[in-house]
C-alpha cells in the first residue's frame, strides 16, 4: 500500500491551530477552511464552503459594510482599527485578529486569511487597564485626603472663634434687647445702624443665628473633611437603635425642618431590632442624607419623609429617606457617591456628604440604593443588618 502524501500547503493549512479560510477576492465567499475555523465558527468545514465571509464576522463599529463587496473594500475597513467578532452559530461571539495575505490558488485569485482567538487576551488587557485605573484613583484619593486635612485644620481654627463668638453674642442679645427696649419705651425710635430700633430689634436675632447656623455648617463640612482624611480601621461594635438615631438626627436639624418644610414625615417601626455599629456614623448619615432631602425641596408645601422598618427574610433594618424636590438627572444618579461630586456646586455643596455616607454604610456592611426622577424627587434606601445577637434571638423564639 502507498503512503498517502500531501503537499506542504495542505498540511500547514489542516494542521494549524488557527482558523484560516480561503476567501474569493471578488466577493469574499470561501472556498475552503481548516478544522480550527470550523470550530471557531461552529459550522462544519464542508459547509463553510460557498459561505460569505460577512456572515461568519461581526465588525465593532459603525461603518457599514457592501451588501457584495470585493475583499479590497473589506480589507479596507479592517485596516481602520475596528474590531473584529466570529460569530457561531449558536449566536455567541469571539474577539478574533485577522491577518490575511494575497494567493494565487488552483489559477484563481484569492485571500488566506488567518483568524486567532484573542478573547483572552483582550479580556487580560482590560483587567490590566481596570487595575491601572483603580490605582490612579486610589493614588488621587490618597492626596484629596491629605489636602482635605490640611484644609480642615487651616479652615476650623477661624471658624471655631466665629462660633464662638456667635453663641456669646446670640446669648447676651436678650440682656441688651431688654436694656435698649426701655430706652425705646422712655424715648422712642432710636437708630441702630442706620436702621430703626424697633426693625433691627427684630431682625438681629435672625443675624446672629444665620452667623451661628453658618459657622455650624462650615463646621460640618470640616468634619467631613476629617472623616474623608482619617484612615479608621476600628471595626463597629456597639449595638445602635436605628429609631433612636433617627429622633437624634431629626433633633438635630430641628430648626431646619421647621423653615424648611410644614410636610416632614417620620414614621419609624418600633419592632425593629437593633444594628452592629457605630453610634455617632449612622447619626451622620441619617443627618447627611435629611439635609440632602431638605435641601432639595424648593417649597414648604414640598414633603420630607424618613421611615424604618425590619425586613425578617434578610434579617436587616432598612432606612427611607424621600423627598418631592428638584431630583437627580439620570446621567449624574451612578456618581452621588463619588468624593467631591456635587449637584449643589452652586449652593455651597462640597460633594462629601454621599460619599462619607456612602462609606459609613458599606463599613457597616450595608448597602445605600438611590431612586430618583428629575422634577419628582428622589429616594435613598439604607439597608443594614441586625445583629447577629437578634438573629440567634429569632431562631430560638421558632425552635
Known amino acids: 500500500m502507498s503512503e498517502v502524501t500531501t503537499d506542504p500547503f495542505t498540511q500547514i493549512f489542516m494542521g494549524n491551530k488557527d482558523a484560516i479560510v480561503l476567501l474569493r477576492r471578488d466577493n469574499c465567499t470561501v472556498i475552503d477552511a481548516n478544522p480550527a475555523a470550523a470550530l471557531l465558527f461552529g459550522i462544519a468545514a464542508g459547509q463553510l464552503a460557498g ?96 489636602l482635605a486635612s490640611g484644609i480642615a485644620h487651616e479652615i476650623n481654627n477661624p471658624n471655631n472663634y466665629i462660633l464662638f463668638n456667635a453663641r456669646i453674642l446670640l446669648d447676651t442679645w436678650p440682656d ?72 437624634r438626627a431629626v433633633s438635630i436639624l430641628s430648626h431646619k425642618i421647621r423653615k424648611t418644610t ?65 431630583g437627580i438627572p439620570a446621567e449624574m444618579i451612578d456618581r452621588v457617591t463619588e468624593p467631591f461630586f456635587t449637584t449643589k456646586l452652586n449652593q455651597g455643596g462640597s460633594g462629601l456628604g454621599l460619599y462619607i455616607s456612602y462609606s459609613i454604610v458599606r463599613e457597616h456592611g450595608g448597602e445605600m440604593k438611590f431612586e430618583s426622577e428629575a422634577g419628582r424627587g428622589t429616594i435613598v434606601t439604607v439597608t443594614l443588618p441586625a445583629t447577629d445577637r437578634h438573629s440567634i434571638a429569632a431562631e430560638s423564639a421558632h425552635a
Open 51 to 146: 459561505t460569505n465571509l460577512l456572515s461568519l464576522i461581526e465588525m465593532g463599529g459603525p461603518r457599514k459594510i457592501p451588501d457584495k463587496p470585493c475583499w479590497d473594500e473589506v480589507n479596507k475597513i479592517l485596516c481602520s482599527g475596528m474590531r473584529v467578532y466570529a460569530k457561531k452559530s449558536v449566536g455567541s461571539q469571539t474577539i478574533v485578529s485577522l491577518h490575511a495575505i494575497d494567493l494565487d490558488y488552483h489559477g484563481e485569485k484569492a485571500v488566506y486569511c488567518k483568524l486567532r482567538n484573542i478573547s483572552e487576551t483582550y479580556r487580560i488587557e482590560e483587567e490590566t487597564r481596570s487595575i491601572y485605573t483603580q490605582l490612579m484613583y486610589t493614588n488621587k484619593m490618597t492626596a484629596l485626603g491629605t
Open 176 to 247: 441688651m434687647a431688654r436694656i435698649l427696649q426701655e430706652y425705646y419705651s422712655e424715648n422712642g425710635d432710636f437708630s441702630v445702624g442706620g436702621l430703626p430700633f424697633s426693625e433691627m430689634s427684630m431682625t438681629i436675632p435672625d443675624l446672629l443665628s444665620a452667623i451661628l447656623d453658618g459657622g455650624e455648617r462650615i463646621s460640618a463640612i470640616v468634619s467631613n473633611l476629617k472623616d474623608f482624611a482619617r484612615q479608621d480601621s476600628a471595626a463597629p461594635s456597639d449595638d445602635v437603635d436605628i429609631n433612636d438615631a433617627v429622633n
Open 262 to 326: 410644614s410636610h416632614f414625615n417620620s414614621s419609624l417601626d418600633e419592632s425593629i431590632p437593633p444594628v452592629r455599629g457605630s453610634r455617632h456614623k449612622i447619626e451622620q448619615v441619617i443627618v447627611n442624607l435629611l439635609m440632602n432631602a431638605l435641601e432639595a425641596i424648593s417649597a414648604r408645601e414640598q414633603t420630607v419623609s424618613i421611615s424604618t422598618a425590619f425586613e425578617p427574610a434578610s434579617d436587616s433594618i432598612v432606612i427611607r429617606v424621600s423627598d418631592c424636590g428638584a
